[in-house]
């Protein structure tokens, strides 16, 4: 019982002052799969699903590290997303583990409750739990610092995700994303989680694939960026009105709902010059877009100063 409560005083020490990593007595034991990047396949729901692991060269299997699960959009996939998003980059040099996991169906895309892209009516997000059991068995994870984000429809199941798996998930982080859309019923959206997650979201208001509120013209008219922002802000129970900040250009707007139970946080950042992309991502080699705003900085640094607290 002494020693479980050194290390829990340690991990507490060390994410006070904003260390990425958990370091662990020289004898514990813990996965000693070497740095790389590996592409790896597992059952879950009767289907084989692969995804890529990258283990930076910071692990050397005494230190806990902390995980992002990033989930492609639909027709995209994880080689692809992997180095668009460039999260791939952002994790070497920050010293955490990504996972990358492939959607199903043609074009690939994920199973969300509210939206069926899948193809096959997948049960993604125990995919992405049976994930991230599996990661665990192959390289240190801290359990206080794993993420998922996504973009679009991977967007959706971050937000999923982070409600079904809230046991597990200390934040999401969801660029051009939604928590619901509308049906015959009025609006069906994700459950609300068990316990309290932060959310980084990330919107376009020139989006023209998932709509950024209902005044815009989009193929997808869901619940909107401001409103999937107040439903986290509330299942988390934060202040009810956010703290307001704009970029010097007038471009980026950001909403700040603070005060949650056990510190969780709601972030909305709002674009306005901002299309369906991931900012910041690689459309093409060597060029950037929307250069003015960076989804792989901004959802990192959320996601370091968030852990879970329990």
Same mark, same amino acid.
């Given at each position: 019982m002494r020693g479980r409560l050194g290390l829990i005083l340690l991990a507490v020490a060390l994410s006070s002052f904003g260390c990425s990593q958990t370091s662990l007595p020289k004898s514990t034991a813990l996965p000693s799969k070497a740095p790389g990047r590996y592409s790896e396949t597992l059952p879950s729901d009767g289907v084989t699903r692969h995804y890529i692991l990258r283990v930076p060269r910071a692990y050397d299997a005494t230190r806990r590290l902390p995980l992002v699960v990033l989930l492609h959009g639909w027709t995209g996939s994880a080689q692809t997303f992997e180095a668009y998003s460039r999260m791939a980059e952002k994790g070497e040099k920050e010293g955490f583990i990504l996972v990358t996991p492939d959607g199903l169906g043609q074009p690939q895309g994920w199973n969300v409750g509210f939206l069926d892209l899948s193809g096959k009516h997948a049960d993604d997000v125990g995919f992405v739990g049976h994930v991230i059991d599996q990661v665990?068995?192959?390289?240190?994870?801290?359990?206080?610092?794993?993420?998922?984000?996504?973009?679009?429809?991977?967007?959706? !199941?971050?937000?999923?995700?982070?409600?079904? !798996?809230? #046991?597990?998930?200390?934040?999401?982080?969801?660029?051009?994303?939604?928590?619901? !859309?509308?049906?015959?019923?009025?609006?069906?959206?994700?459950?609300?989680?068990?316990?309290?997650?932060?959310?980084?979201?990330?919107?376009?208001?020139? #989006?023209?694939?998932?709509?950024?509120?209902?005044?815009?013209?989009?193929? !997808?008219?869901?619940?909107?960026?401001?409103?999937?922002?107040?439903?986290?802000?509330?299942? #988390?129970?934060?202040?009810?009105?956010?703290?307001?900040?704009?970029?010097?250009?007038?471009?980026?707007a950001t909403e700040t709902f603070s005060g949650g139970r056990l510190g969780a946080e709601v972030i909305l950042v709002s674009i306005a010059n901002g299309v369906h992309a991931w900012p910041g991502g690689l459309t093409r080699p060597g060029h950037e877009s929307t250069p003015d705003v960076d989804a792989a900085d901004l959802l990192w640094q959320f996601f370091k100063s968030h852990p879970k607290r329990r």
């Open positions: 665990e068995t192959e390289v240190g994870v801290d359990p206080d610092r794993v993420y998922v984000a996504g973009f679009s429809n991977g967007a959706m !199941l971050a937000h999923l995700a982070g409600a079904r !798996l809230s #046991d597990r998930i200390a934040a999401i982080g969801a660029v051009a994303g939604t928590v619901g !859309l509308p049906n015959a019923d009025g609006q069906k959206a994700i459950p609300a989680p068990a316990s309290p997650v932060s959310a980084m979201l990330i919107h376009g208001k020139k #989006d023209s694939m998932v709509a950024y509120d209902k005044s815009a013209s989009a193929l !997808l008219a869901g619940i909107g960026a401001e409103e999937s922002a107040q439903w986290w802000a509330g299942q #988390d129970g934060c202040a009810k009105t956010p703290c307001q900040t704009m970029s010097a250009n007038g471009n980026v």
